[in-house]
């Protein structure tokens, strides 16, 4: 079976994982606001996006080739700062088509904040929106910052491929 790791990523942690995926499957990669290639060529996809105001930031490009995934194994990961759960399953659903939801897998990775690189508005948004969070650990991280980078996350992602690639065989 062939597949493609698609990503997009807002300040960089997406990217980092969507290559460990890459280097680990020996899948070609895309960056889905730079490349034009079509999801309907491979067999099975692996689609990566920063969750960002709550929201899945790749959900407009997976509506629109939603007629693509119909028939194909589709490995979603999710990076966030949100620990996999209830919460961040509200977001994944509330953001995507139910019929994308119910046919993924998915694998929620952790991601990295780092305060200075952030853009002011998102500073912004992220002081305002902590002021509201009733966690006082993930309030922290949203004023100060956070990195839970883990390449030893992606091997749920890389197992699912290599069942896909056997499949193959």
């Known amino acids: 079976m062939k597949g493609a790791v698609f990503y997009c990523s807002k300040y960089g942690s997406t990217k980092q994982y969507a290559d460990w995926i890459a280097g680990a499957t020996g ?3 895309f960056d889905v606001k730079n490349e034009r290639t079509d999801p309907a060529m491979y067999d099975f996809l692996i689609i990566g996006s920063p ?3 709550f929201k899945v ?3 407009k490009w997976i509506r629109k080739h939603l007629v693509h995934f119909e028939d194909k194994p589709i490995v979603f990961f999710s990076v966030s700062g949100a620990p996999a759960g209830e919460r961040l399953n ?3 659903e509330n953001s995507l088509p139910k019929r994308f939801v119910s046919r ?3 694998v929620a990775l952790r991601g990295r904040q780092i305060r200075k690189k952030l853009t002011f508005f998102d500073k912004v948004m992220l002081m305002i929106g902590s002021m509201f969070n009733k966690d006082p650990e993930a309030r ?3 004023r100060k910052g956070f ?3 883990d390449k030893e ?6 197992k699912r491929v290599h069942q896909f690639q056997s499949q193959a065989d």
Do not use: S
């Open 104 to 106: 993924m897998y998915h």
């Open 27 to 29: 899948l070609p990669i």
């Open 90 to 92: 509200g977001w994944i």
């Open 147 to 149: 990195d839970f980078m």
């Open 51 to 53: 969750i960002i105001y």
């Open 140 to 142: 922290k991280q949203e």
């Open 57 to 59: 930031l790749i959900r």
């Open 153 to 158: 996350a992606i091997d749920p992602v890389v």
